[in-house]
């Protein structure tokens, strides 16, 4: 059993991270320049800590897949990004923030990092203002906030429905300064296929240029995952198409350890699937819920001629609706959070109530709030997603309800990492949401962005000059030492295993099949029998996927469906870990909702005598079953209560 | 619905290349153009064929790594929209179409309908941020910035840096992409202390990149699947004029000392 200490200081939260800061080695600036560091993806969290990096006078190589930094997938964030910043004067602070964050993530996150998150939040939004962020502002020209869901105060910063991309734009023009200073190193069109040990620390990475095809060595004297979360096991996500899980894996596969994989968000608003040929999903922000009434029909009669296109949704009176987050929860309403609102639907969809063509859709109605407020009002407040809906849909929500469905959004396990956020390898780093520090079993809105950057610009650059201080008399790392050859060799071998396996099925075949067991048996509710089955299929799948899959194509050229055959062979071994994590795990928890731990009236039931801790999976090889480690959650400050919405 | 589909074809940056005719069937109205292409990759590769190379990754319409002339015309036929939120039931059935990668000496082919696009990396680290570090910045509030200010710059920064402009330009201008980015950081305070050396930077890297010139057809605008508009070409050519005006100046003064 591996000894899973976080390391945080021991005095009180509130004087850790000063404390931290005040102990912690620093590198002198002569010396930065002779150390190397590895950063793999260039979201919230790898752009931000990059751009810092190259600027503390570190020689800084940064890798992304897409062809440029600035499409990382967290400018698709739209909601915002919160901050105790206390702007409203409604009462906000530190102390509240991270009480909400320890709260709604249902007292499975470690109280030390999230303290140090709520505390650094604020200066967050000092750098992207300064760094030129056109965020929402009041006529006076000070900084407009609004609220979110799971809190009782206005904390969030926002520009229009696009905040992550204008912080991404932030981060990226920070990023590129550093990149026109030659402190960063940019490799785009990159995916990184392994992580390299060098005696027991991480000192490189094996990159594939998806140009050329080329397979490249790269060294540091630490490497920092920040490759976002891994959804895309779902095969339908509101992640990017190319969103992986991949150089998280490769990680584990050379000894971090995985914390929590079971813990998913599937998000309440999404557009519903509408066939087959889907490819991908797309969330309403969680905003629309401000002003939205979630009902189905009362009537199942109903809900089959709604569904057959009989009647219109407006043909059914208020007496025969069942607004039926309302009715269960009347003190949140619609209001709810994620998790919650996300089971409701799905139990009135699986009871014969769901609407669409598919029977898999709730309405989200604003007829209540147009005749209250205003077309006008509305539109101002909603405008570009109902413009987005109907440009998908064809259906115009001023007229007739939105139909939404619960999808998959965030990911809240990932990497293990300490305090210092390092996994269990030395030197190597897991920032952002590809770690699984602070959202706990289930991540609050608008808190995705805000642990991103707080990790990128202000948490990363402090805790690894305290192991790079001790790294001052390495020498540049040989990429031709021996275990850079290994590597390679397992990377070009494994690559033509999937080149020559000339199967007759695609890569998709096998993600849509994947997506579909993860849906059913570790999705939205889980069971100790599904999950057992689901081991079950995702071996089958494995076995299948290495004995049938074609992909077409070269290794030498640019070959989308190769690259898609790596991730996708990656996400079936995630996919049996996220089941393991959920089979142990039983309890209802966040995002994790255990068929056999609920109260009476179908709520979460929490287990915290026998579940407060973290489970963090252990590679055992390929032939093995992983093994469990366990850091136990102490709750020091906040004293964990049964969530209550009712 | 049912589509006969004229595709560029090219290996690699090196091959010449040419348009390829296919045929899909059974496609629904709802798809996406990307899930029709899809569809249409799916049955490549069941008959040994290579699929079509397209740039594609959120297909939510923020990204910008989508790009495609459709019907000779950037991101297809609707205002306001990239290629992946376009949808199949905007054609009709039975319907040619035509799909070629940008064509701009700046963003050569790399296979397919992939062009690379580096060269708008390279502008930026010309001069598109503001010069501060992740340390000693004044709280947040400190710099009132007026809303309306606030808001033009917001539409100016809504840019996704796909590349439409350049590729509706008769002349393959990217003074679109350029002067949203200039016009974001000029109207803020916060922006304003680097306004003159940015915007010279910026149009030197951008000329020495092989971009056209602009000769105001207007096209970009139009064109724009975020529908940017042109008055920022006009903020920027001002920026531009007073900043060669003041490093005259600037350069005078030093002559007199």
Redesign the interface.
Known sequence: MINLNAGAPKVPLAEQWSSYKAGCKLVNPNNKRKLDIIVVGTGLAGASAAATLGQLGYNVKVFCYQDTPRRAHSIAAQGGINAAKNYPNDGDNVYRLFYDTIKGGDYRARESNVYRLASISPRIIDLCVAQGVPFAREYGGLLANRSFGGTQVSRTFYARGQTGQQLLIGAYSALSRQIAEGTVKLYNRRDILDVVIVEGHARGVIARNLVTGEIERHSAHAVVIASGGYGNVFYLSTNAMGSNVTPAWSAYKKGALFANPCFTQIHPTCIPVHGEFQSKLTLMSESLRNDGRIWVPLDKSDAEKLRQKKIRPEDITEAKRDYYLERRYPAFGNLVPRDVASRAAKERCDAGYGVGTTGLAVYLDFSDSIRRLGKEAIAARYGNLFQMYEQIVADNPYKTPMMIYPAVHYTMGGLWVDYELKTTVPGLYAIGECNFSDHGANRLGASALMQGLADGYFVLPYTISGYLSSEIHTPQISTTLPEFEEAVRNVTDRLNRLKNTNGSESVDHFHRKLGKIMWEYCGMSRNEAGLKKAIGLIDELKKEFAANVKVPGGLKEYNPELEKAWRVQDFIELGDLMVRDALQRRESCGGHFREESQTPDGEALRNDDEFAFVAAWQFKGDSSEPEMHREELHFETVAPSQRSYK | MIFTLKIWRQ??AADKGGLVTYKVEDI?A???F??ML??LN?Q???R????V?F???????????CSLYINGRPHGPLKG?TTC?L?M?SFSNGETIYIEPWRCGAFPV??DL?V???A??MI???G???????GG?????TI????PD??A??DA??C??CGACVASCPNASAMLFVSSKIS??AL?P??RVEAERRVQQMVATMDSLGFGSCSNTYACEAECPKEISVVNIARMNREYLAAKLFAEKEKQISFSL
């Not at chain 2, 040994?48 to 699929?51: A, K, M």
């Not at chain 2, 598109?128 to 992740?134: E, L």
């Not at chain 2, 009132?144 to 809303?147: G, S």
């Open positions: 290996k690699n629904s709802d798809s996406s990307f899930e899809d569809l799916q490549l590769i069941a040994g064929d290579d699929p190379a740039d594609h990754d959120c297909r939510e319409g923020i990204c910008g790594t929209v939120q949808h039931r790399l296979k992939i690379d696009r580096s708008f990396d930026i680290q010309a598109g941020y503001i010069s501060v570090n992740s910045i004044p709280d947040a509030n009132p910035v007026p809303k606030s808001d710059a917001f920064a809504a996704i840096g974001h950081l803020l916060q922006g």
